[in-house]
């Protein structure tokens, strides 16, 4: 089954490859969806894919601003739209800003396509007390590829990381 973050704040941009509303640091060129979680969870892209909240709360994010991200309790909450927005055949770029409240909970959920048809993005904790990022691809029915991230990591709790996601020529 799937498991989400005890708590985890999100902060998510998703690109393919043109917006007002989103600042100047996001690249416009391939935007797919922007989601600021400037107190909702609106798409502020060019394609208004808006999100669905589902028990996450709001939170404070990575500069202290208020109402700015989202925290999740790792039993039920999750965030979803309706839309398939990421396309495994063409070039992608997931960008999601964590800060975990545990880095001892196995399997914690950044980012999913609902059903495994795409992709899955997870930050697990292993026995050797090393943190490693999985991605896995493909459809549910055909195996889910996986590349684990490799030798891992101590991660601190309660501070902030981008985990950004490239996919390119392949």
């Known amino acids: 089954g799937r498991r989400t973050l005890r ?10 490859l043109s917006y007002s509303n989103v600042p100047d640091y996001i690249p416009l060129d391939g ?7 400037n107190g909702n969870a609106d798409d502020n892209g060019p394609n208004n894919y808006d999100a669905v909240v589902e028990g996450a709360t ?28 990421i396309d ?5 770029t997931i960008s999601i800003w964590m800060n975990s409240l545990s880095n001892t909970t196995n399997m ?25 990022f999985l991605i ?4 549910d029915e055909g195996g889910w590829d996986a ?10 709790t309660n501070t902030w990381y981008n985990i950004t996601l490239v996919k390119s020529g392949v």
Not at 88 to 92: G, M, P, R, T, V
Not at 136 to 139: F, H, S
Request: glycine share 8%.
């Open 147 to 156: 590349v684990n991230t490799g030798g891992g990591s101590n991660l601190n």
């Open 108 to 132: 914690q959920t950044l980012f999913n396509t609902i059903e495994h048809t795409g992709i899955s993005v997870n930050y697990n904790y292993y026995s050797d007390q090393k943190v490693r």
């Open 31 to 37: 935007l797919i969806a922007w989601y600021p979680f």
């Open 136 to 139: 896995g691809a493909g459809p």
């Open 88 to 92: 495994l055949a063409s070039d992608f």
């Open 7 to 16: 708590k985890l704040y999100i902060i998510f941009a998703l690109f393919s």
């Open 58 to 85: 709001l939170s404070e994010d990575r500069y202290a601003n208020e109402n700015s991200s989202y925290s999740f309790d790792g039993i039920n909450d999750q965030i979803t739209n309706g839309y398939s927005i």
